[in-house]
């Protein structure tokens, strides 16, 4: 891969940062209960904390990918540091998703009469399917790239 194609995708993943840290502060500022409020009760609502605390696994997974996109760019697929990377992009991936079930539990379990939770836990469904399909790929691609590095060590070492 073209060295300017791995910094693209670094560039794409930073931005996809950005994005989600711009939605979640500006989110809790238009939510519907958030509007009588002041700025630190905002901030301070349980679930705004806990979803703030689930983003750390995201971010931590950005950041991984971003490693990885540079491992790639400098021709260092084939490493240790990458297989690290893929490691750890499963694991956040698996907290990610387990982090939004337990979220959706709680809300289908404690929401409002009045309330229709039903929006929240189709995006709970589909978010989780994707932090799955990731975890999915990132343990194939791990595997895949560890049997790689273990050739490429034993080849090294008879050479």
């Known amino acids: 891969m073209k060295r300017h194609s791995t ?11 950005l994005a989600a840290l711009a939605i979640l502060i500006r989110f809790p500022l238009t939510e519907g209960r958030a509007s009588h409020l002041d700025l ?4 301070a609502d349980p679930f705004v904390v806990y979803g703030y605390l689930a983003s ?10 971003f490693r990885l996109l540079g491992y790639i760019g400098q021709n260092r697929v084939f490493s240790p540091g990458s297989v690290k990377a893929l490691r750890i ?3 956040c991936a698996m907290v990610l998703s387990i982090s939004i079930v337990t979220a959706a539990l709680y809300i289908r379990m404690f929401h409002a009469e009045d ?5 929240f836990l189709a995006v709970s469904i589909v978010t989780t399917f994707i932090s799955i399909v990731i975890a999915t790929a990132a343990a194939v691609f791990e595997r895949t790239l560890q049997s790689a590095v273990d050739l490429k060590s034993e080849h090294d070492l008879t050479v």
């Open 7 to 17: 910094v693209f995708l670094q560039i794409v993943v930073v931005l996809v940062g």
């Open 89 to 91: 992009i499963k694991c």
């Open 40 to 43: 630190f009760s905002i901030y």
């Open 115 to 119: 309330d229709d939770p039903a929006g």
């Open 56 to 65: 750390i696994a995201f971010f931590v997974a950005l950041y991984q990918a």
